[in-house]
């Protein structure tokens, strides 16, 4: 048996909810293998919660659209050109001992994810991001300002999404990662509930007070 967290909409701060749900693992790097613990997951959680539409957002999902929502596969569009969100946010990380490596931008995202550097930089201080600094702290910020944002220039997807209400990704696992594309598009779908989509999208502090600041 394995854990994994399935992440839902909330339509008030904090936008997304988290709900470990255990279910039987299937080892194994193939596709046929991986699609086999995504049923295995949405079926244990279907079992608790029967009324939820589930969505694998993953290279792994089962849908096109799950597909589509990787973060390997959607742009977000900056500086005039575009860019696969996982290369972007490889790029903006900044270590004791070097970074941000812009370079990879135009690396492919599995590229990008391996690039050396990553690991033999230090320890990671912070990120940057055409010249705009953001801290480590809130854990997910930076990552979520990146996907939510090129989600919302997206509307195709954003419409696709309007009948989901649970998202998993299979790949991530919260002992070895923070940052999780399910959650993100789940606070999305929050955001997006409680109306509030264009107004944390407006800069990256505004979308800092709008997800994460209690005291505004």
Not at 53 to 75: D, I, K, N, Q
Request: proline share 6%.
């Amino acid at each position: 048996m394995a854990r994994r967290p399935v992440f839902t909409p909330l339509g008030t701060r904090p936008y997304v909810r988290e709900v470990n749900t255990e279910f039987v693992f299937h080892p194994g790097f193939s596709l046929k293998q991986k699609q086999r613990s995504v049923d295995s997951l949405h079926r244990s959680f279907l079992a608790a919660y029967p009324g939820a539409r589930m969505l694998e957002v993953s290279g792994r999902s089962p849908l096109t659209l799950g597909v589509e929502l990787s973060a390997f596969r959607l742009m977000i569009r900056q500086g005039g050109a575009e860019y696969p969100v996982e290369s972007a946010f490889q790029a903006s990380k900044v270590f004791a001992d070097g970074g941000p490596f812009t370079d990879l931008l135009g690396a492919s995202p599995r590229d990008a994810k391996r690039d050396p550097r990553l690991r033999t930089s230090g320890e990671l201080v912070g990120f940057e991001f055409f010249s705009r600094a953001f801290p480590l702290e809130p854990r997910t910020f930076f990552y979520d300002w990146l996907y939510v944002g090129a989600l919302a220039g997206r509307p195709e997807l954003v419409d696709e999404l309007a009948s989901y209400t649970a998202f998993t990704d299979i790949e991530f696992n919260p002992k070895r990662s923070i940052n999780c594309q399910a959650r993100s598009v789940s606070l999305f779908q929050g955001l997006r509930a409680a109306g509030a989509v264009d107004r944390a999208l407006k800069s990256a502090d505004a979308f800092l007070r709008v997800c994460y600041d209690s005291g505004r």
